[in-house]
T-cell receptor, first 111, second 116 residues
Framework: QKEVEQDPGPLSVPEGAIVSLNCTYS??????FMWYRQYSRKGPELLMY????GNKEDGRFTAQVDKSSKYISLFIRDSQPSDSATYLC???????????FGTGTRLTVIP | GAGVSQTPSNKVTEKGKYVELRCDPI?????LYWYRQSLGQGPEFLIY????????DSGLPNDRFFAVRPEGSVSTLKIQRTERGDSAVYLC??????????????FGAGSRLTVL
Protein backbone atom coordinates (compact mmCIF):
# COMPACT_ATOMS: atom_id res chain seq x y z
CA GLN A 1 0.00 0.00 0.00
CA LYS A 2 1.30 3.43 -0.94
CA GLU A 3 1.61 6.00 1.83
CA VAL A 4 -0.45 8.48 -0.18
CA GLU A 5 -3.39 7.43 -2.33
CA GLN A 6 -4.98 9.65 -4.94
CA ASP A 7 -7.56 8.85 -7.60
CA PRO A 8 -5.81 9.47 -10.93
CA GLY A 9 -9.02 10.39 -12.73
CA PRO A 10 -9.25 11.70 -15.36
CA LEU A 11 -11.88 14.17 -14.22
CA SER A 12 -13.81 16.34 -16.69
CA VAL A 13 -16.11 19.14 -15.56
CA PRO A 14 -17.90 22.03 -17.29
CA GLU A 15 -16.63 25.55 -16.79
CA GLY A 16 -17.99 27.09 -13.59
CA ALA A 17 -18.36 23.78 -11.76
CA ILE A 18 -17.05 23.11 -8.26
CA VAL A 19 -14.23 20.58 -8.32
CA SER A 20 -13.35 18.31 -5.43
CA LEU A 21 -9.98 16.55 -5.37
CA ASN A 22 -8.99 14.17 -2.59
CA CYS A 23 -6.15 12.17 -1.11
CA THR A 24 -5.93 9.65 1.69
CA TYR A 25 -2.82 8.68 3.58
CA SER A 26 -1.67 6.06 6.02
CA UNK A 27 1.19 7.69 7.94
CA UNK A 28 -0.15 9.53 10.98
CA UNK A 29 3.18 11.39 11.30
CA UNK A 30 2.31 13.62 8.35
CA UNK A 31 1.75 17.20 9.54
CA UNK A 32 2.28 19.30 6.43
CA PHE A 33 -0.06 19.00 3.49
CA MET A 34 0.40 20.57 0.09
CA TRP A 35 -1.32 20.72 -3.26
CA TYR A 36 0.77 21.17 -6.37
CA ARG A 37 -0.53 21.94 -9.84
CA GLN A 38 1.33 20.54 -12.84
CA TYR A 39 0.66 21.65 -16.37
CA SER A 40 1.67 19.39 -19.23
CA ARG A 41 5.44 19.29 -19.77
CA LYS A 42 6.02 21.56 -16.76
CA GLY A 43 7.23 21.03 -13.22
CA PRO A 44 4.82 21.01 -10.27
CA GLU A 45 4.04 24.43 -8.78
CA LEU A 46 2.86 24.93 -5.22
CA LEU A 47 -0.80 25.86 -4.98
CA MET A 48 -1.73 25.45 -1.31
CA TYR A 49 0.14 24.65 1.91
CA UNK A 50 -1.50 23.77 5.23
CA UNK A 51 -0.26 22.60 8.58
CA UNK A 52 -2.16 20.02 10.63
CA UNK A 53 -5.96 19.94 10.50
CA GLY A 54 -8.30 22.65 9.33
CA ASN A 55 -9.19 24.71 6.30
CA LYS A 56 -7.29 27.24 4.25
CA GLU A 57 -8.75 29.43 1.54
CA ASP A 58 -6.96 31.30 -1.23
CA GLY A 59 -9.19 32.87 -3.84
CA ARG A 60 -11.13 30.14 -5.63
CA PHE A 61 -9.15 27.39 -3.88
CA THR A 62 -9.88 25.81 -0.49
CA ALA A 63 -7.74 23.13 1.13
CA GLN A 64 -9.11 20.94 3.91
CA VAL A 65 -7.26 18.54 6.18
CA ASP A 66 -8.94 15.95 8.39
CA LYS A 67 -6.17 14.23 10.30
CA SER A 68 -8.57 12.01 12.24
CA SER A 69 -9.69 10.45 8.94
CA LYS A 70 -6.30 10.83 7.22
CA TYR A 71 -8.06 12.61 4.38
CA ILE A 72 -7.28 15.85 2.58
CA SER A 73 -9.24 17.75 -0.04
CA LEU A 74 -8.83 20.57 -2.50
CA PHE A 75 -11.90 22.44 -3.71
CA ILE A 76 -11.88 24.67 -6.76
CA ARG A 77 -14.82 27.04 -7.13
CA ASP A 78 -15.96 28.53 -10.43
CA SER A 79 -13.54 26.31 -12.34
CA GLN A 80 -11.91 27.77 -15.44
CA PRO A 81 -10.38 26.13 -18.52
CA SER A 82 -7.02 27.43 -17.29
CA ASP A 83 -7.42 25.14 -14.25
CA SER A 84 -6.99 22.14 -16.56
CA ALA A 85 -3.89 20.41 -15.21
CA THR A 86 -2.78 17.53 -13.01
CA TYR A 87 -3.21 18.17 -9.30
CA LEU A 88 -0.77 16.44 -6.95
CA CYS A 89 -1.19 16.16 -3.22
CA UNK A 90 2.00 15.99 -1.18
CA UNK A 91 2.74 15.63 2.49
CA UNK A 92 5.56 15.53 4.98
CA UNK A 93 6.49 15.85 8.64
CA UNK A 94 8.78 18.15 10.60
CA UNK A 95 12.39 17.51 9.75
CA UNK A 96 11.61 15.19 6.84
CA UNK A 97 13.99 15.37 3.91
CA UNK A 98 11.39 14.84 1.23
CA UNK A 99 7.76 15.07 0.23
CA UNK A 100 5.50 12.09 -0.36
CA PHE A 101 3.31 12.60 -3.41
CA GLY A 102 0.08 11.10 -4.63
CA THR A 103 -0.18 9.91 -8.22
CA GLY A 104 -1.97 13.10 -9.29
CA THR A 105 -5.49 13.69 -10.60
CA ARG A 106 -5.79 14.92 -14.17
CA LEU A 107 -8.49 17.60 -14.44
CA THR A 108 -10.03 19.01 -17.60
CA VAL A 109 -12.39 22.00 -17.43
CA ILE A 110 -14.51 22.15 -20.57
CA PRO A 111 -15.47 25.64 -21.84
CA GLY B 1 18.29 32.81 -11.25
CA ALA B 2 14.58 33.45 -11.04
CA GLY B 3 13.64 29.80 -11.05
CA VAL B 4 15.08 26.29 -11.03
CA SER B 5 16.73 25.59 -14.37
CA GLN B 6 17.22 22.07 -15.72
CA THR B 7 19.15 20.95 -18.77
CA PRO B 8 18.68 19.24 -21.10
CA SER B 9 14.91 19.46 -21.32
CA ASN B 10 14.89 16.29 -23.41
CA LYS B 11 17.44 13.52 -23.70
CA VAL B 12 17.17 10.44 -25.88
CA THR B 13 19.82 7.81 -25.40
CA GLU B 14 20.45 4.16 -26.09
CA LYS B 15 20.37 1.38 -23.56
CA GLY B 16 23.72 1.04 -21.83
CA LYS B 17 24.83 4.65 -22.34
CA TYR B 18 25.81 7.17 -19.66
CA VAL B 19 23.79 10.35 -19.12
CA GLU B 20 24.16 13.50 -17.06
CA LEU B 21 21.31 15.78 -16.09
CA ARG B 22 22.02 19.24 -14.72
CA CYS B 23 20.13 21.38 -12.23
CA ASP B 24 20.73 25.05 -11.43
CA PRO B 25 18.71 25.92 -8.28
CA ILE B 26 17.32 29.25 -7.16
CA UNK B 27 20.12 31.48 -5.93
CA UNK B 28 20.46 31.26 -2.16
CA UNK B 29 18.56 27.99 -1.80
CA UNK B 30 20.72 25.68 0.25
CA UNK B 31 18.57 22.57 -0.14
CA LEU B 32 18.36 20.72 -3.46
CA TYR B 33 16.31 17.67 -4.33
CA TRP B 34 16.06 15.23 -7.22
CA TYR B 35 12.80 13.43 -7.94
CA ARG B 36 11.79 11.02 -10.68
CA GLN B 37 8.33 11.10 -12.23
CA SER B 38 7.22 8.17 -14.35
CA LEU B 39 4.27 8.47 -16.73
CA GLY B 40 0.99 8.75 -14.82
CA GLN B 41 2.73 8.81 -11.43
CA GLY B 42 3.62 11.40 -8.84
CA PRO B 43 7.21 12.45 -8.25
CA GLU B 44 9.31 9.98 -6.28
CA PHE B 45 12.19 11.13 -4.11
CA LEU B 46 15.72 10.25 -5.18
CA ILE B 47 18.22 12.36 -3.23
CA TYR B 48 18.49 15.47 -1.08
CA UNK B 49 21.48 17.81 -0.72
CA UNK B 50 22.04 20.27 2.07
CA UNK B 51 24.90 22.42 0.82
CA UNK B 52 27.52 20.24 -0.87
CA UNK B 53 26.74 16.98 0.88
CA UNK B 54 24.12 14.38 0.09
CA UNK B 55 22.10 14.42 3.31
CA UNK B 56 19.74 11.66 2.18
CA ASP B 57 20.25 9.40 -0.84
CA SER B 58 17.80 6.72 0.27
CA GLY B 59 15.65 7.13 -2.84
CA LEU B 60 18.34 6.27 -5.38
CA PRO B 61 17.15 2.99 -6.94
CA ASN B 62 20.57 1.37 -7.34
CA ASP B 63 24.27 2.12 -7.72
CA ARG B 64 23.90 3.15 -11.36
CA PHE B 65 22.51 6.44 -10.08
CA PHE B 66 24.75 9.07 -8.54
CA ALA B 67 24.46 12.80 -7.92
CA VAL B 68 26.91 15.53 -6.98
CA ARG B 69 26.77 19.15 -5.91
CA PRO B 70 30.42 20.09 -5.57
CA GLU B 71 30.09 23.80 -4.83
CA GLY B 72 26.73 23.80 -3.10
CA SER B 73 24.86 25.26 -6.05
CA VAL B 74 24.58 23.40 -9.37
CA SER B 75 23.91 19.68 -9.15
CA THR B 76 24.38 16.88 -11.66
CA LEU B 77 22.48 13.60 -11.65
CA LYS B 78 24.49 10.85 -13.31
CA ILE B 79 23.06 7.59 -14.61
CA GLN B 80 25.37 4.82 -15.76
CA ARG B 81 24.49 1.90 -18.05
CA THR B 82 21.01 3.27 -18.69
CA GLU B 83 18.08 0.86 -18.93
CA ARG B 84 14.72 1.29 -20.62
CA GLY B 85 13.11 1.41 -17.18
CA ASP B 86 15.05 4.59 -16.42
CA SER B 87 12.86 6.47 -18.89
CA ALA B 88 11.06 9.18 -16.91
CA VAL B 89 11.04 12.88 -16.18
CA TYR B 90 13.76 13.81 -13.71
CA LEU B 91 12.70 16.78 -11.62
CA CYS B 92 14.98 19.00 -9.60
CA UNK B 93 13.69 21.20 -6.78
CA UNK B 94 15.27 23.62 -4.36
CA UNK B 95 14.25 25.32 -1.13
CA UNK B 96 15.45 27.48 1.70
CA UNK B 97 16.12 25.54 4.85
CA UNK B 98 13.23 26.48 7.11
CA UNK B 99 13.66 27.22 10.77
CA UNK B 100 10.74 24.93 11.41
CA UNK B 101 8.18 23.04 9.44
CA UNK B 102 8.37 21.31 6.13
CA UNK B 103 10.38 22.53 3.20
CA UNK B 104 8.44 24.33 0.49
CA UNK B 105 9.93 23.09 -2.76
CA UNK B 106 10.20 24.98 -6.03
CA PHE B 107 10.50 22.62 -8.97
CA GLY B 108 12.15 22.96 -12.33
CA ALA B 109 10.45 21.92 -15.56
CA GLY B 110 12.31 18.60 -15.57
CA SER B 111 14.57 16.66 -17.90
CA ARG B 112 12.67 14.07 -19.92
CA LEU B 113 14.88 11.00 -20.40
CA THR B 114 14.03 8.38 -22.99
CA VAL B 115 16.12 5.23 -23.15
CA LEU B 116 15.69 3.30 -26.39
Amino acid sequence: QKEVEQDPGPLSVPEGAIVSLNCTYSNSAFQYFMWYRQYSRKGPELLMYTYSSGNKEDGRFTAQVDKSSKYISLFIRDSQPSDSATYLCAMSWTGANNLFFGTGTRLTVIP
Amino acid sequence: GAGVSQTPSNKVTEKGKYVELRCDPISGHTALYWYRQSLGQGPEFLIYFQGTGAADDSGLPNDRFFAVRPEGSVSTLKIQRTERGDSAVYLCASSLTPESGANVLTFGAGSRLTVL
